[in-house]
């Protein structure tokens, strides 16, 4: 008989793997305590945008193969695998990673698992977690050494998770001596068949290659941004630096655009729960560096404000300010963690005011920030605006041409915080023109 999947937490993570997995032909039941959210998801409506989920989680549904639900005991007696999708925010006033999610839904769903089954963790949780958890799940589970405990992080990128999801790059699971591999192995046949690179290892190290990756891609992305403020310094011209340096196949092209930085729920918040755990475990020093690559990261944001304020002639007290963008990348109408929102805020703060544009993360940025002011289009936005941000890369504003912008403000001043725009077009078409790492 074909292994039926849960799918506990429908967030970003859950939605998408359990709409995935149905479509690979799997029988699947999403998981959520929360009604709304698991009604919409049935319908067919994420509660988030990512390209081209409505679409599957429609033609999933429309099969039968993948339902939602709030109960554990339904999801408990129905699944054989059941994956753990929660969220593992950071804490408040800490840079730990928050597991009360992750431990409540093993101190629920545990002592309903009467029958053997595999639990496999997918949420991105410090090292050392799985065992406590397997540990957990022997005593407190009726099926007691039946239930199984694998690792199996997931590597999504925003804007590309169903590709990331039916087509990784590799897969990397952390089983102990049993079932689990044979089981997960079953679980991705049709990827595995592909050619999908799998790694199979431990608890401890599955744990941690999430973070890892997590910490070089950051440390990538800070990288080239501190060799901004060098070029800011003497004169050069990061994105020509980025290029030459890109061609030696040691260090590649990508992750080296130079701008305001990385945001979002995953990469900031893991390298600070990396930080916290080494230290916990008395390793901090190995990872300290992580300490200046976030402090890059961040200063990236307070130096845009700082070319605004410069082109406004030393004061943003009274200025309109455009900014073009409010989730944190494109694709993408998530705000946590937003370089562009928070610089669109800072600028407020200094007295602009400040009129923001996205074309999917309206509604997210104005539940965040309700005090911002929010535009209907790209030229509401520029309407008499006396200087322009460019802070989200999405090609609407990638696309955005001087005679159009002209056209609509006051002041033809543009801060290019993506480098995605063209200087010489700008400055040619009349624009005041500044960005990071750009003479």
């Known amino acids: 008989m074909p292994l039926r999947l849960t799918v506990i937490g429908t967030g970003y993570l859950g939605a998408v793997h359990a709409a995935c ?43 039968g193969r993948l339902r939602f639900t709030t109960s554990l005991e339904e999801a408990a007696e129905f699944g054989d695998v059941h994956f753990i999708c929660v969220g593992t925010p950071q804490l408040p006033g800490s840079h730990a990673a928050d597991l009360g999610q992750v431990y409540a839904t093993i101190d629920a769903l545990g002592p309903l698992l009467t029958r053997p089954c595999l639990v496999v963790g997918k949420s991105t949780v410090p090292v050392g977690t799985a065992v406590t958890i397997a540990e957990k799940l022997v005593h407190v589970a009726p099926a007691g050494a039946g239930v199984e405990l694998a690792w199996n992080p997931e590597f999504l990128r925003e804007g590309f998770a169903i590709e990331d999801t039916v087509h990784p790059d590799r897969l990397v699971i952390g089983v102990q001596a049993g079932s ?13 068949s592909d050619g999908v690179p799998i790694v199979v290892t431990d608890y401890a190290t599955a744990e ?8 070089f891609l950051a440390t990538k992305i800070s990288f080239i941004n501190a060799m901004a403020e060098v070029c800011e310094a003497s004169g050069a011209d990061v994105t020509v630096l980025a290029q030459a340096i890109g061609y030696d196949e040691r260090i590649g092209h990508r992750f080296l655009r130079a701008g305001l930085g990385f945001g979002g729920g995953c990469l900031p918040k893991d390298i600070r729960a990396f930080m916290a755990r080494a230290d916990e475990l008395g390793a901090g020093d190995a990872v300290a560096f992580l300490n200046e690559v976030d402090a890059i990261n961040l200063r990236r944001r307070a130096r845009t404000v700082d070319m605004a304020r410069e082109l406004c002639g030393g004061s943003l007290q009274g200025v309109t300010a455009a900014c073009l963008g409010a989730a944190f990348k494109p694709n993408s109408d998530d705000v946590r963690d937003s370089p562009a929102l928070s610089v669109a805020a800072a ?15 309206m509604g997210p940025a104005a ?20 200087v322009v941000l460019l802070l989200t890369e999405w090609d609407e504003f990638a696309q955005l041409t001087p005679e159009r912008a002209g056209a609509l403000v006051t002041q033809r001043r543009i801060v290019d915080g993506r480098n995605v725009l063209n200087p010489a077009q700008w400055r040619d078409g009349g624009f005041a023109f500044r960005a990071l790492g750009r003479p």
């Not at 067919?44 to 099969?63: I, M, S, W, Y």
């Not at 689990?180 to 049709?190: D, H, K, M, N, P």
């Not at 007295?351 to 999917?360: E, H, L, Q, S, W």
């Not at 535009?375 to 006396?386: H, N, R």
């Open 21 to 63: 997995m149905a479509d690979l032909g799997f029988e699947v039941l999403g998981v959520d305590r929360d009604q709304s959210r698991v009604e919409a998801l049935a319908r067919g409506e994420a509660p988030f945008f990512e390209p081209g989920l409505n679409e599957l989680l429609a033609r999933t549904g429309a099969t």
């Open 180 to 192: 689990a591999e044979a089981t997960l192995r079953e679980v991705y046949a049709a990827l595995l």
């Open 208 to 215: 941690l290659v999430k973070v890892s990756a997590n910490a």
């Open 347 to 361: 600028l407020q703060e200094e007295g602009a005011t400040v009129r923001v544009y996205d074309p999917k993360a």
């Open 367 to 386: 539940r965040q920030f309700p005090d911002l002011l929010y535009a209907e289009s790209v030229d509401e936005a520029l309407a008499a605006a006396d």
